[in-house]
């Protein structure tokens, strides 16, 4: 299994472009997530989505737009780049939410997409 | 937002000792989770916590999630070299999204 793929690994952005930071998984997973990571700071929930077709905002949306057209792939699209959005982007997936047990268990991180906007 | 409070920020300590951190939450969760992230990593999953006073081990780690399910806590025995790294814990909430802690930056000197 391959588990959960982010690509790129490493982008240079400049002010105002756009981009798209692609995650696929391949274990059938209905919940999916995009979190950042600021320098000396815990990861923060960007979006999530629950199953194709279905997504939310979470603590720190602004500057992103997400799609989920399929339940293998949830891409994260930076429109305008700014160099607040600098950060380290993981994805991850779970088969459960919270409403079966040993969820926590199954949670699937990404290796990290490292991004610098200058 | 939801924040975690985490604590220490940072420990220095000799290989062999032993080293404990905390996690407070103003908000109640119903799962505990304890990661390690070592530089240009993504966080590894050391303990989950599912149930208000549970204490759970794995090997050198030891975790319990708090009884008002607002608090928890990791602690390492006998440290080693490769325990180095950044410790985070996270509480799940619904739909499994996850709140983190700021981390704790673990040094162990051999």
């Known amino acids: 299994n391959a588990g959960v793929t982010q690509t790129p690994k490493f982008r240079i952005l400049k002010i105002g472009q756009s981009m798209t930071l692609q995650c696929a998984q391949d274990?059938?997973?209905?919940?999916m997530y995009w979190y950042r990571q600021d320098p000396g700071m815990g990861l923060k929930l960007i979006y999530y989505?629950?199953?194709?077709?279905?997504?939310d905002k979470g603590e720190v949306p602004n500057g992103y737009n997400v799609s989920r057209s399929t339940t293998e792939d949830f891409p994260l699209r930076l429109e305008l780049a700014a160099p607040s959005q600098t950060s380290v982007y993981f994805c991850?997936?779970?088969?459960?939410?919270?409403?079966?047990?040993?969820?926590?268990?199954?949670?699937?991180f990404g290796e990290g997409s490292w991004l610098t906007v200058v | 937002g939801q924040q975690l409070n985490q604590s220490p920020q940072s420990m220095f300590i000799q290989e062999g000792e032993d080293v404990s951190m905390n996690c407070t939450s103003s908000?109640?969760?119903?799962?505990w989770l304890w990661y390690k992230q070592d530089p240009g990593e993504g966080p590894v999953l050391l303990i989950a916590?599912?149930?208000?006073?549970e204490l759970t081990s794995n090997g050198r780690l030891t975790a319990q999630f708090g009884i008002t399910r607002k608090d928890s806590f990791l602690n390492i025995s006998a440290s080693i070299p490769s325990d180095v790294g950044i410790y985070f814990c996270?509480?799940?909430?619904?739909?499994?999204?996850?709140?983190f802690g700021k981390g704790m930056k673990l040094t162990v000197n051999p």
């Open positions: 991850a997936s779970n088969p459960y939410g919270t409403e079966i047990a040993l969820s926590g268990n199954t949670i699937y």
């Open positions: 274990m059938n997973h209905n919940y």
């Open positions: 989505s629950v199953g194709a077709g279905i997504t």
């Open positions: 908000s109640i969760f119903n799962t």
């Open positions: 916590l599912y149930k208000a006073g």
């Open positions: 996270a509480g799940q909430g619904p739909f499994g999204k996850l709140v």
